[in-house]
């Protein structure tokens, strides 16, 4: 065999290993589930595995772990690695308690860390508890996000801290501290987003103080930070003619195809990346901003050429054109909006754009819908059962939908057609105020209630 033969199986052995490695590598990513709304940022996932459909508190559980306290945060999915926050209290007299951070065994449950990664910092004269501001929320709500190489914990007291994969912390920060306290009427709960090598956070708030906190002129912006240090790399004021609550906004910023989306101060935005400027406006769903309580906690969700903004209290969702360069307004920049279905609203939940199609979650009207994209027809609308209003923002693989309402009971819906196909009871009878979305990953489901945390198979 010849020198030339020889080199040239070689190099193909070569180029065939390092394809198949970027194969598998891509595919292992795409079973994880790294931030709030999954692999594809919006609430969809790819298994290679058939998911869970028939389970409950007992049958199909492949662990179960109690949570030392309550939380709307999702789990967060990486490799063999899942990762929760919560909250501890040490004395509820006297609100003091603890911000954590876990990590748990995805094969066995068992906790591998827990880190305290709250400051202690209180708002305005000392309000609220360690651990809590309101009685609606915790400061555990945001999700953590992680991109392999480390994970980044929020909280809603402005505690931002990243620590690696062993639990090693790396950096902190306070986002009250460095740029004055938050002007929200409730908790703020956005999480970060970890995208193309940098950390993004929006803090869109009122102009004015909220129960005695923040400053005048408060100004709305987006974070933009170095992951691995936690330094500012910019930050962008985004400027709205909203009106009190209005202006304020608990979303996460969406990536999509080389922008960030934003939503809220009653207008969608489309940012750059690379320096927070803003590319295109839409808006908006309150002619003449003139509902003053529209605050705004749905995120954006793209898929098809088009973006969702759904507006407050049960107002219509709109489905924005994609590819707008400037400041837009009105009818002729929309695909559609859903006011002749009275169905089509959202208050909570952040719809998911799954098999080419969009399934909006009403937690006023207690139903399930698919639309399609374009033109915004009602394929299905499913009513979901029972009295708990249903705000888990939805997530779906392998063709089903799972969601889960206030009490804790999962729903399993058919994406085809909108059947019920099976529904668990996972919190306890009184349960309330369960909201985390359910991960979804390597067919594996992990579900989160008010005092634990379940991974289904």
């Known amino acids: 065999m010849s020198n030339l033969i020889v080199k040239s199986m070689k190099y193909s052995m070569k180029f065939l290993s390092c394809f198949l490695v970027t194969i598998f590598s891509f595919s292992a ?28 508190a007992k049958d199909r559980v492949k662990w179960k772990i109690p949570l030392p306290g309550a939380s709307s945060g999702t789990p967060i999915v990486w490799d063999n690695r899942v990762f929760i926050s919560s909250i501890r209290i040490s004395d509820a007299k006297t609100g003091t308690g603890q911000l954590l951070a876990i990590c748990v065994d995805r094969s066995t449950g068992k906790i591998l860390w827990e880190q305290n990664a709250g400051s202690g910092y209180r708002p305005g004269k000392g309000d609220g508890f ?63 987003t970890l995208h193309a090598g940098k950390l993004y956070l929006p803090v869109l708030q009122r102009n004015e103080p909220v129960h005695g906190r923040g400053k005048p002129n408060a100004p709305s912006f987006i974070l933009c930070m170095n992951p691995h240090t936690g330094k500012t790399i910019w930050q962008h004021q985004r400027h ?96 559609w909006e859903s006011s002749a279905n009275p169905q089509i609203t959202s208050d909570v939940p952040t719809p998911l754009f799954y098999g080419e199609k969009f399934f909006v979650l009403s937690d006023l009207k207690k139903t399930l819908s698919c639309i399609q994209p374009n033109s915004g027809k009602v394929e299905w609308s499913t009513v979901l059962p029972g009295k708990y209003k249903w705000r888990a923002s939805p997530t779906a693989a392998s063709g089903k939908i799972y969601t889960m309402n206030h009490n804790g009971e999962v729903v399993v819906v ?37 005092e634990n945390l379940y991974c289904i198979h």
Request: charged share 20%; net charge neutral.
């Open 29 to 56: 990513q795409a079973e994880n589930w790294a931030n709030w709304r999954g692999p594809n940022h919006d609430g969809s996932a790819s298994s290679s595995k058939p998911v869970p459909v028939k389970f409950d």
């Open 414 to 450: 058919d994406a085809k057609d909108g059947s019920i196909l099976h529904s668990a009871k996972m919190g306890k009878n009184y349960d309330d105020n369960t909201r985390a979305s359910i991960a979804i990953s390597d067919g594996q489901l992990f579900i989160r209630t008010n």
């Open 240 to 335: 709205s003619d909203a009106i009190k609550e209005s202006l304020e906004s608990f979303g996460t910023i969406i990536p999509h195809k080389g922008q960030l989306l934003v939503a809220g101060g009653d207008v969608l935005t489309g940012h750059d990346p690379a320096t927070g400027n803003e590319i295109w406006r839409w808006g908006t769903w309150n002619p003449g901003h003139k509902q003053q309580w529209w605050r705004l906690v749905p995120s954006p969700v793209a898929g098809s050429g088009v973006v969702l903004a759904c507006a407050p209290k049960k107002a219509p969702v709109y489905a924005v054109k994609l590819g707008l360069t400037s400041t837009r307004s009105g009818k002729d920049d929309l695909a």
């Open 130 to 192: 360690d651990y809590q501001l309101d009685s609606k929320a915790t400061y555990a709500n945001a999700s953590p996000v992680t991109d392999g190489n480390l994970v980044v914990f929020s909280y809603g007291n402005g505690d931002l801290v990243a620590y690696d994969m062993g639990g090693v912390e790396l950096w902190r920060r306070n986002i009250q501290k460095d740029y004055g306290d938050f002007c929200f009427q409730w908790t703020f709960s956005a999480s970060v």
